[in-house]
């Protein structure tokens, strides 16, 4: 876990979270808790409201959650933490924070969290050549985050940790589009 670090506010929050569910044994429980908020942010527009919003006060965004958590089932670690982060008007972060969370707990299972991005939908067939040829470079065993982004038009991004590979037709066009520019 020494090679994985996640910084700023979200940061400290996902590795005092990590802390305790590691203590606790229960890093698994508390992922799929997390994972099981992630998908309701993604599901309700109001949910995503309450989160990224200042306008609602602590009080409020709270009393939400613990509304929000009871109604999903989500109990113990996870629910407090959730409710000491609206409690502590830290909600805005609280998707950098499982992030950071899922980064910390991959680590701990020997993995490496590679986000994708891609223009379509990626095939099982090309998900599989993505995973081997990163298993391959890194060693390791990854986990590929597939996010779908069709401003790229073609090709795709890879992000394993800090570094970054960038192999989209948008940025091979801007780049064209940019020598062009210098050759008039």
């Given amino acids: 876990m020494a090679e994985t670090f996640v910084s700023g506010v979200a940061g400290r929050y996902a590795t005092a979270l990590f802390e305790l569910a590691s203590e606790a044994g229960a890093i698994d429980a508390v992922k799929a808790d997390l994972d099981s908020f ?3 942010i993604a599901e309700s ?6 989160v990224r919003s200042p306008v609602f006060s602590a009080e409020e965004q709270e009393k939400a959650i613990v509304a929000i958590l009871d109604k999903a089932g989500i ?3 996870a629910a407090n933490f959730f409710k000491t982060v609206a409690s502590n008007r830290r909600l805005f972060a609280i998707e950098a924070i499982i992030r950071g969370f899922d980064a910390l707990a991959a680590a ?3 993995e490496v969290v590679a ?8 095939s099982d067939a090309h998900a599989a050549t993505l995973k081997e040829a990163l298993d391959t470079m890194t060693g390791k065993h990854v986990k590929l985050a597939v996010e779908v982004d069709p401003s ?9 940790g800090s570094r970054l590979v960038d192999a989209s ?7 064209i589009r940019y ?3 210098e050759v008039r």
């Avoid at 986000?115 to 990626?122: G, I, R, S």
């Avoid at 037709?169 to 780049?175: E, R």
């Fill in 152 to 160: 790229l038009l073609g090709g795709l991004k890879v992000k394993i």
């Fill in 108 to 110: 701990a299972r020997g």
């Fill in 45 to 50: 527009d109001d949910l995503k409201r309450l």
């Fill in 179 to 181: 020598a062009m520019k």
């Fill in 115 to 122: 986000e994708v991005t891609v223009a379509q939908p990626l």
């Fill in 38 to 40: 992630t998908a309701m």
């Fill in 75 to 77: 109990s113990g670690l």
């Fill in 169 to 175: 037709l948008k940025t091979k066009l801007n780049s």
